[in-house]
């Protein structure tokens, strides 16, 4: 198999468009040979939805390709200083950085408690999306105003998925469960059908199949192969799935981050699953690769930052700071293998300029930064 | 054989006047009684309506002296007509300052321009409703912020009808807001009164329900949630009032501050007890019983509220002219992970009399932060008028059970907020390592502590307050304090530790427990015989390390068998906690589910059915 790919939307993190040339390896490629008629006939099926989805996204999301510029956000939950619990706190909500510039401004509403920014464009149409305290809300004027699709049944939205085919389809994950939306956030529906807990942290869509989706519930990584209708515990081997991710240039392979047991990671979709060695026994709640998918990171409860050059087997510590208590949030610029970004809670964004060996602060003094992302506007 | 005596008629005839007057003086003394019963009655409701309408007044002009900014002392003044410029100027400064917000502001900003608005300057209607157009209102993450929260919701919206979604904060039209508010309304609504409440008794958090709820009635235009809303009314003061001994909340707590819990008379609750039943008999603004928190002002929403409390709430608020046993189920608050329900039960157990109350919750983890699981509160001139024991445990994953943030870093989150959360002297925690067993005047605490838990320990509040704290040799610690009587049986050794207003039991062992029994000068008599009598008592509890097993006969003699983890039983009976209503007491009687509470004080009843949304009885 050697195929070009475009992902749109991706781990909590709408990936920025680069166009990733997938490499196989040798086995798979073996395993090519031995393919009967049906699965042949599956895979050109396949392959023309991921002709479908390349043209797509070549015609909506060209721009992403060419221009890496943009701006980096962050999503900002609380902030040690000055947030107030009771509300009213100009501190928290989403806040962008213009590329060369060090200063942090205003993107959503004030007092917005945000757990994450999302981004889809088609066509014409831009829409952020940001996961809150108060709700899922949506801008489709650039950021002016933001509209709570969610109501009371739903609670806090900590994590968002767009399918990126069907702009009406929203998956959120939330305290008290897994929510699909089919009609652009106007009703929500319960998919929990499968899960034995509710907390769900985050959720994605598979790189490859829009109809395939994973969830970090409380108890288990979880499947979904039909939107969400039904779920299947993937038996991670742990049990706190605080994140899940899926590198755009292997999609086979899936990294959960735990609650107490490091990574837990699988290169055969989930049939088995491996500790990562070196970060095992802390908690990891952020995991991020370079766009090159050559390195991937990972962060979490007093673990510095963590890299991974054989796709989560084994690990080892690149940054540590006393003072971080915890990294949030991790981004790799996608323009730069070698720009870092860690979000922290209550120690604002720091950065890296040379792969993670030299960090500094750059910002958002005290806050908690639950998300970073990258868009082109 | 004795003969029968034969009476002449004229003897009979008079026998028999005789009785037809006796019968008719007895006829005319029982008319007497029930007129003067009736008179007696009504001048007590009505002296009882003049007092209300003369406390109402007083705590009007008390907030409106305030120099303290907020909603109730702008409410206040403008009411009052006292320093009007200042108080238009407060509510400007409100209105615009973006430094605050969320669902208190929510509420309050509505509430207070709805009360005002006659009064108010044509720019300040323009900065208030900016304000729901600009400003995000946070909901929040609990029970009394999302009631705060969609009550100004759904009063915002009901005043700016017809409005799209560019005129409202949240980008929803002024339709779609208050479909949503009434829809959760309607929800917390069922949820509280079939299931129970889950912030329930708190006398801190009290306000924010009823405040809430008075602004509700008072301004709701559609007669179904107006009536909703007094009916809540009714029901909080009516679960208050329960629980309510002289202007104290007695018995467990779901969530309150230790500055509260240790000195209940200063507690928020009081200045509503103060306004709605009349008690306690001083102004509670006024006299600040060593408290040192600021006053706040929410009880001016019942002072400038048309809403009036039932006559027979205030009866049941304070008549105590005889003892009795209450018992609840509430809830839990919301579980989002390390639990099967959503909302476990809570049962209550509170033994009222009129010099005491001794309440327990059934213990465990069943509100984070700051549970209250148990105390004695008794009637007192001084100030801290409590004791009761507790394991201040704290723990990311208690938090994580309920709160979405990470499970690690979130007890230093709470902590910021909450200052003591993690201090190993806190007064107020819920601990997995705790349960209880009431029955009466006599309560068994037993701690299974864990070794790897933060915390090991248990502490007691004893105050300096108390009139007598005496440790005696048949291991007994006897306390007094005006009528009341206390007997504290520690099962393990423990220390003292002196504090500014209290003494700190403090006992070290993991496997602990105290066995309490109250008494009072009416019940046991002097001190003296009160301690004689219990140094006679058998506290059992060999091999406890290894049984986690006490046994005790109280007074009464009624024998209470207790396991750790395993059953409770009174004279040889299983306890069963499911057999609990969710009102069951002389006072009030509600069954789980039913959405009907029923009130009864000696002949009057008060039925709120929730279901047909109706009152059924007097008032």
Redesign the interface.
Known sequence: MNSRRFRINHGGCPSEGILFKLKAPAGEQKDSFRMTFPFIAAKIGKAFFLIYLLFHAAFTNACFAQNTAGKVYAAVLFNNSKSNVTGADRYVGVFAREKGEMEWKNFSNTNLFAFGLYFAQHGATQRYYIAGGNGLHRSADGGKTWKILTGWETMEVLSVALDPVETQIIYIATPYGIFKSIDDGKNWAEKMRGCKSWYTDEIIIDARDRHTLYAAVDDDLYRSRDGGENWSPMQAGAPGIRTVFQPATRPEVLLAGTEDHGVRATLDEGKNWSAGKGISATAIYTIHAAADGKAIYAAGYKTGVWRSHDLGQSWLQIWTAPEIEAIYSLFVDPANVAHLFAGTNGKGIYESTDGGKIWRQAGLEGAHVKQIARYPF | MQMPVVLPNIVKQKIKIIKVKIIEALLMILTVIILTCTFCQSFSAAQSQSSFTERKSRLRNAAAQEARKDFFTVIAKLQTQTNVPQALSMLDSLARD????????AYGLIGTYLRARSLLPDSLHVKIRRAFRT???????TEN??VMY?TGLYLAAQTWPNED??QW????SSQENFA?AK??LD?WIKLTTTKGQGEFDSPTYFITFVTPMLTLYEFARDPVMKKKAQMMLDYLFADFAVEHLHGNYGGGHSRDYPQDIINPITAMTTKWAWLYFGEPDFEPWSEIKGKSRHPSWETVAGAVSSYRLPEIIRQIATDRSAPYVHTETKRVR?V???GEQRNPPVYKYTYMTNDYVLGSLHGGILQPIQQHTWDVTFVSDKPNNTLFTLHPYYSGKELAMFF??????LS??VN??HLVYTNPNKWNASSPYEQTFQHKNALMVLYNINENAQQAHIDGFFPKSLDERVEDASKWIFCKAGKTYIAFYPLQPHEWIEEEVNWRWRSRDLKNGVVVEIGTETTHGSFAEFKNRLRQAKVAHDNFDETLTVQYTTQAGELMQFTYDGQRRLNGKPVDFKSYKLFNGPFLQSEVGSGVLKMTYKNHTRILDFNKVSIKGEE
């Open positions: 973006e430094g605050i917000g969320g669902m208190f502001y400003r995000v209102m946070y909901r929040g993450d912020h999302w969609y979604g560019a904060f949240n980008a929803k949503e829809s959760w929800y919301n989002i992970r390390f979405p943030e990470e499970q690690k870093v230093d989150e910021r907020f």
